[in-house]
């Protein structure tokens, strides 16, 4: 199988995403039979093209696009053409089997992501999103959506990075009820409060995160739990189906005043963390949180060192399943928007329905 | 589809199968269009009976069969006659187009189980099996004859119960090397340890796990590393391509004596822990190793408590990813054999070979 990839956004993620193409060539021919070629890209700095044969990861990788902001990759003998029109007209457009979404996010609207994912699947092309808005904001529509088309909708990498959380749940534990989850899931907020735990000020503990780049230039998303609730969403509306949005996900004692007290009061040997649950109610439906929580040692939680992430899902046929990131960053979530295209070949592969679960 | 099984053994981890397949009877038919039946049946106590049309799990887990020891399940107007052969013979004869190995394990020789499995398979079933002797034995030799015959070998329960860690690597890490890894994976040594850290002594503390039903009635198995490094074993050949056998594992510092000695020594806020690890080596061989580790509070291991596992894959794609699994037990073993079965339903409608990795 030969798949034709369209970038829309190609920052630290798109560009970790090629290198991880490249590296990984041989192996996906040897072992799922499927080659990779990129057909067009469409960045806000570097601005777009398209081209009808695809160029190949290495081609893309060495062309030095987008970080050299040519407009076109420079690769010999192959025709990429300027395209000069709109991220929604790109998803239209580009002669792309996959279109991979990775712009920015925009949290409390989950636009423009959602119109470019709902675009590309009205097209007919397969979505793979890094960007948790679309899921977060119109999952319901846009499952219907790809279902309707027959395409793939895939989005690994919206938590935890690439951490194989939705194929885990999708492709390893059949007729399994996610009763509930509860984790760590902004490692900006988990790096804060573990470097704060070692006497420093959360200024000084946000200026690092912001040196380590996992951190943006405004922490304010991060601290005050709107990451997580948009984290949450996505795996309620996902693994437990519900219906949320993430202003319905509780969100207290965030954010720097909450912060600096709780550390204040903190006992020897607790810990401090943002913590995410939800919960099935008595009535049936989904309730969602994020609060800064003072921990036990003993809870699992406690001890995620600054840039690690945990989630644990409460099932009806394992019991209590948690997974746990080592470090993330750019190129573990480039590994999961690799294995959701290795998941729609499999899909394909089979002839068997996108989208079921 | 319809799959027929045989049950080759069947103690709580067969008997909580039957359950579970009951239970979520209506979930498989309809997520996966699989329903299930039974056609045979061989366990030392209660004796053998072939079907040749399928019982139903309801059906079978009514009829009381094998606790009752009646020798054919008492199910109405449905022809199951007496088997009173051996189980190589069962697992020839029995009409069934999956053979599920649930006999008990001899760890230095993984036989009659190997045995079991190779005739099954020779025979064109596929084989489920939650005992690690063939896998620690015999996975090269049973994974060829698997190909050639074109039918599955799956083996999710033989480490952590049925967490996914199999499934887990196959379907949703694709192209990624699994260079190490490092966990706690015997949970009566983990109990042990545990309940002698709050003062216990061992024998009380094996009593103890005893009357829980995780230790065996000699628990020299357990203590001196020899289950951890048949799991070891499993994972080595399985997720490393290695070639071990059980001897071929390190085992230093285990047994009653070293853990009292070593508690003796410890130190406030450590934690003894059976540890098991595999590296790739220089030279490209797989060395594993179990020992007997003081670990700081801040290691992911120290803090499991007396029958969680947990198992760290370092990868060349996603960093270390942790798996752990709360209180494990049939039902968690149970799970890990409909994966199997759930998977090979997968791979059937796929109509993709069997094997591929």
Redesign the interface.
């Known amino acids: 199988v030969h798949l034709r990839l369209a970038l829309l956004g190609c920052g630290n993620v798109g560009r970790a995403f090629v290198a991880?193409a490249a590296e990984?060539e041989g192996?996906?021919r040897d072992?799922?039979g499927l080659t990779l070629g990129f057909t067009g890209g469409l960045t806000r700095s570097a601005g777009g093209w398209l081209a009808s044969t695809s160029i190949t990861a290495g081609e893309l990788a060495a062309s030095g696009w987008p970080v050299a902001r040519q407009a076109v990759p420079a690769v010999d003998c192959r025709a990429a053409e300027l395209f000069e029109g709109e991220a929604v007209a790109f998803a239209t457009a580009c002669p792309a089997d996959v279109l991979l979404e990775l712009t920015s996010l925009e949290p409390l609207s989950g636009e423009p992501a959602t119109s470019h994912v709902r675009t590309a699947l009205a097209a007919g092309r397969h979505v793979v999103t890094a960007n948790k808005g679309p899921i977060a904001h119109a999952y319901r529509e846009l499952r219907a959506l790809a279902d309707r088309r027959g395409v793939a909708l895939r989005f690994e990498s919206t938590v935890m990075d690439?951490?194989?959380i939705f194929?885990?749940a999708e492709?390893?534990?059949?007729?399994?009820r996610v009763v509930g989850f509860r984790g760590v899931l902004n490692s900006t907020s988990n790096y804060v409060l573990a470097a704060m735990a070692t006497g420093q000020s959360l200024e000084a503990a946000v200026a690092g995160a912001q040196a380590l780049g996992i951190a943006e230039a405004n922490p304010a998303y991060d601290l005050e739990g709107w990451d997580a609730a948009v984290k949450a969403t996505v795996l309620a509306n996902v693994l437990m189906d519900a219906d949320l949005r993430p202003a319905d996900v509780s969100r207290t004692n965030l954010g720097a005043d909450a912060m600096r007290a709780a550390q204040a009061s903190l006992h020897t040997g607790r810990a401090l963390k943002q913590v995410v649950e939800a919960r099935r109610s008595p009535e049936g439906t989904v309730e969602a949180a994020v609060r800064l929580q003072t921990l036990p040692?003993?809870d699992?939680l406690a001890?995620l060192?600054g840039m690690e992430t945990a989630l644990?899902l409460h099932t009806d046929?394992?019991?209590?399943?948690?997974?746990?990131?080592?470090?993330?960053g750019p190129?573990?979530t480039a590994?999961g928007l690799?294995?959701d295209t290795?998941s729609i070949v499999?899909q394909l592969?089979?002839?068997?329905p996108f989208g079921?679960?």
């Not at 046929?317 to 993330?328: Q, S, Y």
């Open positions: 991880l990984k192996e996906l072992h799922y690439g951490a194989p194929n885990l492709f390893s534990l059949p007729a399994t040692a003993a699992r001890q060192a644990t046929t394992m019991g209590d399943l948690t997974l746990v990131e080592g470090e993330g190129g573990q590994f690799l294995a290795v499999r592969t089979a002839g068997g079921e679960r």
